[in-house]
């Protein structure tokens, strides 16, 4: 059964472990992926997760179906929305496989691809007072947001 | 005029319109997440989005920005039928 869903909640990759592992799949590979307090020389003091919810938990389950069917594999991922402070997890892939080749590869191949195609939006609050929208296209990485009360 | 741009006339129908969901700070410039357009005959997703960009705040949006037509990823050429679910998708940042 395909495990790929938003949460509002704090995500468990224990709890993703156990949802892909069995007595076939000898290597199970996981990627965390952590608030960081800072972004391109900016010190960040919390995110907020937004996303188009629908269509975020569809994306994400063709891109585990995806990578199960190209690499024998079983996958469980999920994303944290909402305000999270530094050092929470935002997102979590477990995948497990016969071998390590097949769950590292599975592992990154989602991970990869949530970020390029699954629609979930972060917003910075900044140690200045000032708030951005992250944008991977935008010079410095960000655009200011509404909300801030610094520069 | 821009101010006649979301009139419905009154023969149409909510089915013969498109609703359009913005996100993040698409939503935030245009102070709005959700807009029911209607729609002409063959409408594309650029159609809609140079009518959008006509509204206060809606310089945010570029000429040809991501977007998805009922939860799937689309181009600006994709053409729209009515009862649509149009989505604008700032640049992503899962993750």
């Known amino acids: 059964m395909n495990v790929a869903h938003l949460v509002t909640t704090p995500v468990d990759a224990t709890r993703l472990v156990a949802r892909v592992s069995a007595p ?10 952590l608030v960081r307090n800072h972004h391109a020389g900016r010190a960040v003091l919390r995110l907020e997760y937004s996303a188009y919810g629908p269509m975020a938990e569809a994306e994400m389950a063709r891109i585990v179906e995806e990578a199960e069917r190209k690499w024998t594999a079983r996958v469980a991922v999920e994303h944290r929305l909402g305000a999270l402070d530094v050092g929470e997890v935002a997102v979590a892939v477990a995948a497990a496989a ?19 195609r699954v629609p979930v939006w972060k917003k910075e609050h ?3 007072g000032s708030v951005g929208w992250v944008d991977p296209t935008a010079p410095g990485g960000s655009v200011p947001a509404a909300g801030g009360t610094g520069a | 005029m821009p101010g006649d741009i979301w009139a419905m006339s009154s023969t149409t129908s909510a089915a013969a319109s498109v609703s359009v969901l913005l996100f ?6 245009l102070r709005s997440e ?34 998805a037509r009922n939860q799937a990823h689309c181009g600006p050429e994709t053409a729209l039928a009515p009862g649509d679910e149009l989505a604008l998708l700032p640049p992503l940042a899962g993750g």
């Open chain 1, 24 to 33: 076939e799949r000898g290597g199970i590979a996981t990627f965390i992926g």
């Open chain 2, 24 to 29: 993040g700070r698409y939503a935030e410039a």
């Open chain 2, 34 to 67: 959700r807009f029911d357009l209607a729609l002409a005959p063959g409408d594309t997703v650029a159609d809609v989005v140079v009518r959008l960009r006509q509204l206060p705040g809606g310089d945010v949006l570029p000429l040809r920005p991501l977007c």
């Open chain 1, 98 to 116: 016969p071998h390590r080749d097949e769950a590292f590869a599975a592992c990154r191949y989602v991970i990869e691809e949530l970020k390029r």
């Open chain 1, 126 to 128: 900044y140690a200045d």
